[in-house]
């Protein structure tokens, strides 16, 4: 069984930075790791995804501002977020891809104006 654990949401005013954490437990090979939002009354929308190579994809609307990086020996994605807008209020949630998929309980990060 994987259990992924989420850290780092909060609350941040605009221009800020905060880091997201995401540990997977369980002895899996992961091969995407990566990180979705959902705002209210909104889809849940791809942020960003990083391969076990370390080949990385971002939506456009948080490219140059957000970074992802993964530690492959501790199963743990991270996004860093910097120049944070109020439009990038959401809940975010963790994804991995191994034999299944997998989705974390959800941060939520507001951002204030």
């Known amino acids: 069984q994987v259990q992924l654990v989420e850290s780092g949401g909060g609350l941040v005013q605009a221009g800020g930075s905060l880091r997201l954490s995401c540990a997977a437990s369980g002895s899996i090979f992961i091969n995407l790791m990566g990180w979705y939002r959902q705002a209210p009354g909104k889809q849940r929308e791809l942020v960003a995804t990083?391969?076990?190579?370390?080949?990385?994809n971002y939506a456009d609307s948080v490219k140059g501002r957000f970074t992802i990086s993964r530690d492959n020996a501790k199963n743990t994605v991270y996004l860093q977020m910097n120049s944070l807008k109020p439009e990038d209020t959401a809940v975010y949630y963790c994804?991995?891809?191994?034999?299944?998929?997998?989705w974390g309980q959800g941060t939520q990060v507001t951002v204030s104006s």
């Open positions: 990083i391969t076990i190579g370390g080949s990385t």
């Open positions: 994804y991995v891809r191994a034999l299944n998929n997998y």
